[in-house]
């Protein structure tokens, strides 16, 4: 079957830009998390989706992070007013509930000029 | 907090030499450890964990609790071990990882 997807692979925008980025899940897997992967902080947890709970947002970096899950399956991540260290790989996995391991998306590219 | 530490940024060896990437952890609790590995051009992917006690790809790894490291070790390295490995911890199964800062590893023939 299909893995995680994410969309776009690369985006690069202008500083002060909002972006929207996509991550397609495993179909039927329940949890849903965001990471950031950069060269200074390596791989760093941004937003955790589990079911209909309210979602873990204690790793998002500033109020300018959001994301939202519709229907229990994509998510959007969005960065309103992107600075140059938003820079950055995202990534997305997924796994069933309670389970272990996490399968990851290719990620999204993001260059903020 | 939770903290998972990997001091070596880059560990060089020969093809055949033994194995061992350090990952140390800092966690109140029982953690679950991971090691995640991400070749060239492919998608970040679990290796092993630690409940498992498994050996994939001739790599295991020990939960040390004592002195709280989850060290990876393999006895001949393979050229096609070079990969970026991540150490990893969990505070329950589903939760979300905190990742290590990563090693990079290579073989050279």
Redesign the interface.
């Known amino acids: 079957g299909a893995g995680v997807s994410q969309s776009p692979s690369n985006k690069v925008t202008e500083k002060g830009k909002d972006v929207e980025l996509r991550c397609d899940p495993i179909s039927g897997h329940t949890a849903l998390y965001w990471y950031r992967q950069s060269l200074g902080q390596g791989l760093e947890f941004l937003i955790y989706f589990q079911g209909n709970s309210a979602p873990d947002k204690s790793g998002l970096p500033s109020d300018r992070f959001s994301a939202e899950r519709t229907g229990g399956s994509v998510s959007t991540l969005t960065i309103q007013r992107t600075q140059q260290e938003d820079s950055a790989v995202y990534l997305c996995a997924s796994t069933l509930a309670g389970w272990n391991e996490q399968f990851f998306g290719p990620g999204t590219r993001l260059t903020v000029l | 907090a939770q903290r998972v530490t990997q001091p070596e940024k880059l560990l060089s060896v020969f093809k055949g030499a033994p194995v061992e990437l350090k990952c140390n952890y800092s966690y109140s609790g029982s953690p679950?450890l991971?090691w995640y590995v991400q070749y060239s051009r492919q998608?970040?992917?679990?290796l092993l964990?630690h409940?498992s006690r498994e050996s994939i790809k001739g790599f295991t790894a020990d939960l040390n609790k004592g002195e709280t490291s989850f060290h990876l070790k393999k006895p001949f390295a393979q050229e096609e071990d070079s990969a970026m490995y991540?150490c990893a911890l969990?505070s329950y199964?589903?939760?979300?990882?905190?990742?290590?800062?990563?090693t990079r590893l290579m073989v050279k023939p």
């Open positions: 679950e991971f998608r970040l992917q679990l964990r409940i991540y969990s199964a589903g939760n979300m990882l905190t990742f290590g800062g990563g």
